[in-house]
């Protein structure tokens, strides 16, 4: 279970909307109290509310937020990314909002923009839209570069879509689309796993150029140990549905490898004849694994199925 602690104001003390669309700016934050307050301050320009989630900081975050006007909710413990855009997606459906917008508190991202991504959303033409970094018209380390065409081309493979940016994590969601938003990952991955299983719900998906800012470079994290976890995000969530193959099914896979090496060890049976029967097994228990799966076509074909009365 999450842990979270409110900060700042509480929904009675929240000023009415502004006139237009209903705008919610959610932010995570870890240790950006140099940051954070000049976000949430320019971020109020563009939206009715902000809600920052202070992930676990053990500076002044959660304070400087509450200062410049956020509506704050604060994790006991730092729990990465995707568990922060869990607790924001929650805290700003409170608000009925028409947009909600995802942008980072350290900085690079630039407030002003909010507009450019809401209006194709509120122009009814994109369900979520993502603003790109990689346009020209930025100064952006070359080791980012690298490493972000590397993930966009197996992000893109994995939802079958054609994004140029699909790590960044500033973006506009319809409000029809948050209910479909299922968050597994609780790292930096998270951007990837939400575009791989929106693209794969039919949602539509544009992008918009935006400026980025990379003063001093803000990453909190190892280039190599960040693109690892996101490929493992990747891979969850491409392959997430492999995770329900029923326990019958599992159980009857672990149980033919485990007799396998029990025959080949142990017995010391003939290896050509243990080639042969542990293919036919092979094979028989991937069929039964798959089959017995949930999702798999022979169940929903059984389900349709259906006995005449005597």
């Known amino acids: 279970m999450t842990s979270i602690a409110s900060v700042g ?34 971020s109020k320009e563009f939206c009715s509310h902000v809600v920052v989630c202070d992930d676990g900081s053990i500076d002044r975050t959660s304070l400087e937020a509450t200062k410049s006007g956020a509506i704050v909710a604060a994790h006991i413990k ?16 409170v608000f009925d909002p028409d947009v909600i917008v995802t942008l980072d508190g350290d ?24 603003g790109c970094r990689f346009n020209g018209g930025n100064r952006i380390p070359f080791y980012r570069e690298i490493g972000n065409s590397f993930l966009s081309l197996m992000t893109n493979w994995s939802a079958g879509t054609k994004v140029r940016d699909t790590q960044s994590g500033f973006r506009a969601y319809s409000s029809r689309v948050i209910p479909s938003i299922s968050i597994i990952e609780n790292g930096m991955g998270v951007d990837s796993e939400i575009l791989i299983n929106l ?97 798999s076509r022979l169940i929903r074909w059984l389900r349709k199925i259906k006995i005449a009365p005597p």
């Open 199 to 295: 693209a794969r719900q039919g949602f539509r998906i544009e992008e918009r150029n935006v400026a980025v800012s990379y003063g001093g470079d803000t990453s909190t994290l190892n280039p190599a140990s960040h693109i690892i976890r996101v490929i493992w995000s990747i891979a969850r969530a491409k392959y997430r549905s492999l995770g329900r193959v029923s326990t019958i099914g599992w159980s009857v896979a672990s149980g033919t490898l485990i007799a396998a090496f029990v025959l080949l060890w142990i017995v010391r049976m003939p290896i050509s004849l243990f080639g042969l029967g542990a293919s036919s097994i092979a094979l028989s228990t991937g069929i039964l694994a798959v089959a017995l799966s949930p999702r």
């Open 78 to 93: 730092n729990q990465g990314k995707g568990a922060a855009l869990k607790t924001l997606l929650q805290e700003a459906s």
């Open 9 to 42: 104001l509480n929904e009675t003390e929240i000023l009415p909307a502004k006139p237009g669309p209903n705008v919610v700016i959610c932010i995570p934050a870890f240790n950006e109290e140099t940051t954070i307050g000049r976000i949430v301050s320019r």
């Open 107 to 130: 900085g690079q991202h630039d407030p002003s923009d909010v507009p450019l991504l809401v209006a194709p959303v509120m122009e009814g033409t994109a369900d979520v839209v993502i």
